[in-house]
């Protein structure tokens, strides 16, 4: 026979419960604050005319004299948008060629049952023990060897082997019932069709997960098109800011604090779309797969 608790023994715990509560979201509020801080300073300061030439101390969050000057400076001697477009076209690549490979790779070794599958997934997977930057020397010579410096192919494939995808989309897999193929496989349905009408519309939110994750890697990515292009017309956005900041050298007037903000700012911009358009799928995704990233 069970005794109901005291109403004081509630309240106590209710309390607990509340604190704890408090707790976290204190801290959550802080770390919030910690990284939000220094972003809305930078902004802050690419629109503020006092901090054109010299940094402000203390930092101020909001431009005593708003100005687009450090914009305007920029676009005019950065050509801003072909690099942004070049960093466009190798993200797409990347992610088309990447997502495809995954998905079709995890939903193999998730739903097909073949031998050495178990084999094939740990091979797999022993290649993310390898820092890229090994491989890096290996991949100039091999892409050399076939021609494809200053090619945007460099980028794109590599991308048909993205192990973490695969094994992200093959524990996604493994949460969906198999009762789905079956049943299909009863009613006269073959494997791609499966794939294609069953379990890809239930991965909407895996798919817009590696979507983000490849578009920063990839957004990113300064090493490999330092040592992969040659012509400055083909540059993407990191490389292209990087290179024309060190030929200009500490005179020009993108070197200024506040069109050097201006300039990470923009750079920023298309990461930020992304990543508001897609952001509530990522927690929804990785609860579903057990995976953490």
Request: charged fraction near 10%; hydrophobic fraction near 55%.
């Amino acid at each position: 026979m069970t005794t109901a608790a005291s109403p004081s023994h509630q309240v106590s715990h209710k309390r607990r419960i509340m604190i704890s509560q408090a707790i976290i979201i204190t801290v959550l509020a802080i770390g919030s604050l910690t990284m939000i801080i220094p972003f809305i300073w930078m902004l802050a300061t690419s629109f503020d005319a006092t901090s054109m030439y010299d940094l402000v101390i203390p930092p101020r969050f909001w431009p005593a004299e708003p100005t687009l000057s450090a914009y305007n400076i920029a676009i005019s001697n950065i050509p801003l948008l072909r690099y942004m477009l070049n960093s466009v076209t190798v993200a797409a690549g990347n992610i088309l060629i990447a997502v495809l490979s995954a998905v079709s790779a995890g939903y193999a070794i998730s739903k097909i049952r073949f031998k050495g599958r178990t084999v094939v997934l740990m091979l797999a997977l022993s290649t993310m023990m390898i820092p890229g930057e090994v491989t890096m020397t290996a991949r100039f010579f091999l892409f050399n060897r076939m021609r494809l410096t200053d090619s945007y192919f460099a980028f794109w494939l590599p991308s048909f082997a993205y192990v973490f995808g695969t094994f992200f989309v093959k524990q996604y897999m493994d949460s969906i019932p198999d009762s789905l193929r079956e049943s299909a496989r009863l009613d006269g349905a073959g494997e791609l069709r499966i794939a294609l009408r069953i379990y890809l519309p239930l991965c909407g939110a895996l798919i817009a997960t590696l979507v983000v994750l490849l578009f920063l890697g990839t957004w990113n990515d300064f090493m490999w098109p330092l040592i992969i292009l040659l012509s400055p017309r083909k540059y993407t956005l990191q490389l292209g800011i990087a290179m024309f900041s060190m030929n200009q050298g500490s005179s020009s007037s993108a070197q200024l604090p506040a069109v050097r903000l201006a300039i990470t700012f923009v750079s920023v911009i298309p990461i930020l779309i992304v990543y508001l358009f897609l952001q509530r799928y990522i927690v929804e995704s990785i609860a579903l797969s057990g995976v953490k990233q």
